[in-house]
């Protein structure tokens, strides 16, 4: 039982350049979450998935896409990377539920855009 | 939407004293508050969570409180270890929204001086 993983660990972007972070768990979790952190600004809220096939916007979605097509994967994309995007980004997976709101983190993506 | 405070930014210790971090939040149909802990380049882990129907609760030498009328809460760690230094986040939810969101604070990097 690996958790929540993710791929890659760090990555180093030019700017205008686009990748796909890739967030696996094997929990058989129903949300599914996708969030950045920034030095003394928290972690923030990218996108979410409440289920297989469904996406919403969190607090800081621009220049973020994202997918799930399978219940285990939620997909970032940064479709032209800019500066500001600068982050680690941590995936998180959890419940649906009453008594099962612990949401679960990956062990983080270290993103540098140049 | 909801809004999570967190204060202080920073905290020093000695070791064996106690440290206290508390957080504000502003939504008050919020009823989840978990805190967590971060080591240095580690994930976020959950180290203890509260519900709205409870006061207090309690996990050796970790506790918090929640002040529901204030719509305060607090982590208070008793007789801190150097092992205890670490970014620790508060978060706040509505679990009855069906999405699973967590409001975080914006963080405390807490320091145990041996």
């Known amino acids: 039982n690996a958790g929540v993983t993710q791929t890659p660990k760090f990555r180093v972007l030019k700017t205008g350049q686009s990748m796909t972070l890739l967030c696996a768990q094997d929990?058989?979790?129903?949300?599914m979450y996708w969030y950045r952190q920034d030095p003394g600004m928290g972690l923030r809220l990218i996108h979410y998935s409440v289920g297989e096939g469904t996406t919403a916007k969190g607090e800081v979605p621009d220049g973020y896409n994202v997918s799930r097509l399978k219940k285990q994967n939620f997909l970032l994309g940064l479709e032209s990377a800019a500066p500001s995007q600068t982050s680690v980004y941590f995936c998180a997976s959890g419940y649906h539920g009453q008594g099962k709101e612990t949401q679960y983190f990956g062990p983080g993506t270290r993103l540098l855009v140049l | 939407g909801e809004n999570v405070e967190q204060h202080p930014s920073t905290l020093s210790v000695q070791e064996g004293d106690s440290a206290v971090i508390k957080c504000t939040y502003s939504?008050?149909?919020?009823?989840?508050f978990p805190w967590y802990k971060q080591e240095l380049g580690k994930r976020p882990q959950l180290i203890i969570d509260i519900r709205s129907n409870v006061g207090e609760k309690k996990d050796q030498r970790i506790a918090v409180t929640l002040n529901k009328t204030a719509k305060h809460f607090s982590l208070h760690i008793t007789e801190t270890q150097p092992e205890d230094s670490a970014v620790y986040f508060c978060a706040a939810s509505n679990s009855f929204g069906n999405t699973g969101k967590l409001i975080f604070g914006q963080g405390t990097t807490l320091q145990v001086k041996p």
């Open positions: 929990m058989n979790h129903e949300y």
């Open positions: 939504d008050s149909a919020s009823n989840y």
